[in-house]
């Protein structure tokens, strides 16, 4: 069998066993089988559903380190498994000159498991890798999104469109400690070539990005309280930290509310009723 045809065999595998639930994406309508569907795929690695087609039927022969990533993300591999992956697919696998999209078990498990709290995983160039459904609730269905549209600076420094809003000062603020980070992670990643075109398009799209950058501002990021403005459940004010996994160059952000406050009434409403709207109910 030739390496496109095992490529494709494999990731139609991956697929197959790949519950939308454990991807962390609606599993509304009548499914024939309890996998993924190539389109929800396509969605969550941020690529088009012919390009999954032509690599599931060996008809795509050389797909690139960053479309390879996608899909580890989106199908939950192991580090072994992405490892197949890449060897698969003819690529040398991430070493330590590159960022990792594996995300511990344990950050997994915190993921599924804490109710009442918006949660998403960033990796260290801040790309969006793992989401729980009530994040994707109060931001927005991330599935939905590009690559480039789920990296959190990018976002920020090109001005798209969010539910949550931040005071100036808390905007400055955010914006240093993402440069800061990027800036960290260029010196910890140097053979990442990802990381290295985002930097490189964020300084082509914003001044205020070149700015920082070139002026060497440091920042640390601090917990904040802000204001979600949702299409459905209103206007409200959560807490967001920003929390690192020990030994691991993952960030979560966490979005969560005092036990019986409006804000909390809010998020379980979200939770109830996740990406839909409430006039479908």
């Known amino acids: 069998m030739s390496g496109s045809r095992e490529l494709g065999r494999t990731l139609r595998g991956w697929r197959d066993r790949t519950t939308p639930q454990s991807a962390g994406v609606s599993a509304g309508g009548v499914r024939r089988a309890a996998g993924l569907r190539r389109e929800e795929l396509a969605q969550l690695a941020g690529l088009s559903v012919d390009y999954i087609v032509r690599l599931e039927q060996g008809r795509a022969t050389s797909p690139s380190a960053q479309v390879l990533s996608a899909l580890a993300r989106a199908l939950r591999l192991t580090v072994a498994e992405r490892e197949h992956l890449y060897v698969l697919a003819g690529q040398v696998p991430p070493g330590p000159g590159r960022i990792s999209a594996h995300i511990p078990p344990g950050v997994r498990r915190l993921i599924d498991q804490l109710d009442g709290v918006a949660l998403t995983v960033c990796d260290a160039a801040w790309n969006i890798i793992l989401w ?8 927005g269905d991330f599935s939905a999104l590009g690559a480039r549209e789920r990296n959190v600076a990018w976002r920020e420094f090109t ?10 000062e808390q905007t400055a603020s955010f914006r240093v400690s993402l440069v800061t ?11 990442d070539t990802g990381l290295r075109d ?3 398009g964020l300084r082509d799209a914003s001044a205020d990005f070149t700015r920082l950058w070139d002026s060497g501002a440091v920042g640390v990021h601090g917990s904040n309280s802000k204001t979600v403005r949702h299409p459905e459940a209103g206007t409200f004010v959560v807490d967001c930290d920003v929390l690192m996994a020990p030994g691991r160059d993952v960030k ?23 990406t839909q709207s409430l006039s479908h109910h």
């Open 252 to 274: 979560i952000v966490a979005y969560s509310a005092a036990g019986g406050s409006d804000a909390a009434e809010r998020l379980r409403l979200l939770s109830v009723i996740g």
């Open 198 to 200: 985002l930097v490189t």
């Open 181 to 191: 980070d990027l800036r960290a992670a260029i010196a910890r990643y140097p053979s």
């Open 159 to 168: 001005g798209m469109p969010s539910r949550i809003h931040c005071t100036p």
């Open 132 to 139: 729980n459904p009530l994040a994707a609730a109060l931001t």
